[in-house]
């Protein structure tokens, strides 16, 4: 059954004249009466928003649903609050735009809690754009958890499209896992913040209208003082399936080293590709290596290629856990770790788990202290075995070769991200030569054995 889409004109309504900056404190801005609108509303999505032939406007989005529960802030406000988008006040800039940190408090905005704030601005000249942009609001306005970054306001003005969220003290999980002069993250750490982005993930997959992140990646997992993580960045999150559809065809999007080879090869879009994502992310936890590295040869290159033979060979699994734990963590721990990667990264995707049973997996792996076991043994686990360890969860997760519905009319399009260089970024950007060598890989003889072993 396809769910009715509703025109933005319908879910447009007038917060009785209060400005949005009303009197009342931050946690209730969304007032009662706004409780029940989005209650009897289905969650938006960004089609029910883009109406070509009636463009939304500035003023239609802060008179929505949406827009009500965001402060509205004006590029004057954002240049205060950045200290004139000074660089001193940059924390690091993505393929959308520079982002700053800046302070915000009720002298601003009546009822906004005072506290610190990064501010993305997008680059006019940049990749991204207005699509992103309002994927953000209308995600993550509507969505709320505690391991999704908060969204506090935008600004729209003339050509500037701009983003205020909570601030979260430690930046990226990239900056954090990937840092050269730092103390490497505590085992102990890398399970905490593995646990809470799955968290994250789960809740998109669990809504009632399933979304797929489709950008799950080390920089866009941030973390808290506390190094609570949360995901952000919905620039390319996607509905996901509704009714009997199993799952979307989109114009494959993401960053390369980590999309799932499914949607690769041909644009098949499921939850499971968030969770191919997710191994990979937890595969970095565990080895302290980038996704992607040019320094490794071949098809070395993608982390996944040159750890599946160590996963899968309990000798060489010193090779694989990163050397700057030195040999501080569980060896139980780390087996299951390793196993739970091994799984999320199944190259079909019906062996891979869902999100919850990720979840589950890595709340059993929490309370493992961090010591000091030297090698380890490691068992990789047979399609059986995980079967009853993973017990099977939403219809969403389950997938059926059909095709739901046609994004754009386009297929076996790559689009890879495109970052700016900083020094402790990473960079991904689009490269058709090492597309075209990850498909052949897909495609080689080495390839179809290990598809034969996932079984
Ligand atoms: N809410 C935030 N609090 C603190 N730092 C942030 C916040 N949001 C972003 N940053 C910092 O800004 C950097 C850039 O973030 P952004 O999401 O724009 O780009 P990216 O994730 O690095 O790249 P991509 O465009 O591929 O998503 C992050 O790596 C992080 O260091
Ligand atoms: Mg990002």
């Given at each position: 059954m396809t769910m009715k889409k509703i025109a933005w004109k319908s879910v447009i309504f007038t917060c009785s004249n209060k400005s949005k900056s009303s009197s009342l404190p931050e946690s209730?801005?969304?007032d009662k009466q706004v409780v029940k609108q989005l209650a009897s509303f289905q969650r938006l999505s960004l089609s029910d928003l883009s109406n070509p032939s009636s463009p939304l406007s500035a003023d239609d989005l802060s008179n929505s649903v949406i827009g009500s529960k965001l402060h509205v802030f004006t590029l004057a406000e954002l240049r205060i609050v950045t200290a004139n988008f000074s660089r001193s006040n940059m924390l690091g800039e993505g393929g959308f735009g520079p982002v700053y940190k800046g302070f915000v408090d009720d002298k601003m905005k009546?009822?906004?809690?005072a506290q610190p704030v990064a501010v993305k601005a997008l680059d006019l000249d940049g990749l991204q754009g207005h699509k992103e942009w309002m994927a953000e609001i209308i995600f993550l306005g509507q969505l709320r958890h505690p391991h999704l970054v908060k969204l506090i306001g935008y600004c729209w003005e003339d050509e500037h499209r701009l983003l205020v969220y909570e601030y979260m003290a430690r930046g990226s999980l990239e900056n954090q896992l990937f840092k050269r002069y730092s103390a490497a993250l505590p085992w102990s750490t890398r399970m905490?913040?593995?646990?809470?982005?799955?968290?994250?993930?789960?809740?998109?997959?669990?809504?009632?209208?399933?979304?797929i992140y489709r950008d799950f990646k080390t920089s866009n997992i941030l973390l808290d003082a506390d190094y609570t993580a949360k995901l952000s960045d919905f620039g390319l999150a996607k509905d996901g399936p509704e009714g009997e559809e199993t799952h979307v065809i989109t114009r494959v999007m993401g960053t390369q080293g980590y999309a799932a080879p499914e949607y690769v090869m041909t644009g098949h879009l499921t939850t499971m590709s968030d969770v191919y994502s997710f191994g990979v992310v937890l595969l970095e936890l565990l080895t302290g290596k980038r996704a992607m590295d040019n320094t490794r040869s071949g098809r070395e290159q993608s982390l996944v290629e040159w750890a599946r033979p160590l996963m899968k060979d309990p000798r060489k699994l010193e090779r694989l856990i990163d050397p700057r734990l030195e040999g501080q963590f569980s060896s139980t721990g780390a087996q299951k770790a390793v196993a739970l990667a091994y799984k999320c990264l199944s190259h079909h995707p019906k062996p891979r788990p869902s999100m919850s049973e990720v979840v589950k997996a890595l709340e059993s792996l929490q309370d493992f202290q961090d010591s000091f076991v030297g090698p380890f043994v490691y068992v990789v686990p047979n399609e059986n075995d995980s079967k009853e360890n993973f017990a099977k969860g939403k219809e969403v997760t389950r997938i059926k070769e059909k095709d739901s519905s046609e994004e754009n009319g386009q297929r076996n399009h790559v689009s890879w991200r495109h970052r700016v260089k900083l020094p402790m970024s990473m960079i991904t950007y689009?490269?058709?030569?090492?597309?075209?060598?990850f498909v052949h890989s897909l495609n080689s003889?080495?390839?179809?054995?290990?598809k034969g072993r996932d079984k």
């Open positions: 209730d801005i969304i009546p009822g906004l809690k905490k913040i593995a646990l809470g982005a799955a968290k994250g993930l789960a809740f998109l997959h669990e809504e009632d209208k399933p979304v689009s490269d058709s030569g090492l597309y075209k060598k003889p080495n390839h179809h054995k290990e």
